[in-house]
Nanobody
Framework: QVQLVESGGGLVQAGGSLRLSCAASGSIISINRMAWYRQAPGKQRDFVAAINSGGSTNYADSVKGRFTISRDNAKNTVSLQMNSLKPEDTAVYYC????????????WGQGTQVTVSS
């Protein structure tokens, strides 16, 4: 059984910063890709950022230069540092982890709300 627990969401003013974290636990053998997605009300879930096991990262164009994804392989955690936040960043943020735990599949966190006020 694998669980992902997210933390760090909240309410912030435009221009502010937040840091999201996601911890994976359970019978994990190895973790490949770790990523963040977000879903605004009435919209589809969109890719935000990802980091692979070697540390290579990629970002959605809308967050490049403002968000930074990182991971701690020893702790099975992934973080998203969000700076210069904008009202359009308001969404529920989900972590997504592709890992091997007997079978190779991806898991989703429960989501954490980020609200940016103007």
């Amino acid at each position: 059984q694998v669980q992902l627990v997210e933390s760090g969401g909240g309410l912030v003013q435009a221009g502010g910063s937040l840091r999201l974290s996601c911890a994976a636990s359970g019978s994990i053998i190895s973790i490949n890709r770790m990523a963040w997605y977000r879903q605004a009300p009435g919209k589809q879930r969109d890719f935000v950022a990802a980091i692979n096991s070697g540390g290579s990262t990629n970002y959605a164009d809308s967050v490049k230069g403002r968000f930074t994804i990182s991971r701690d392989n020893a702790k099975n955690t992934v973080s998203l540092q969000m700076n210069s936040l904008k009202p359009e960043d308001t969404a529920v943020y989900y972590c997504n982890v592709l890992l091997w735990a007997g079978v190779r599949r991806d898991y989703w966190g429960q989501g954490t709300q980020v609200t940016v006020s103007s």
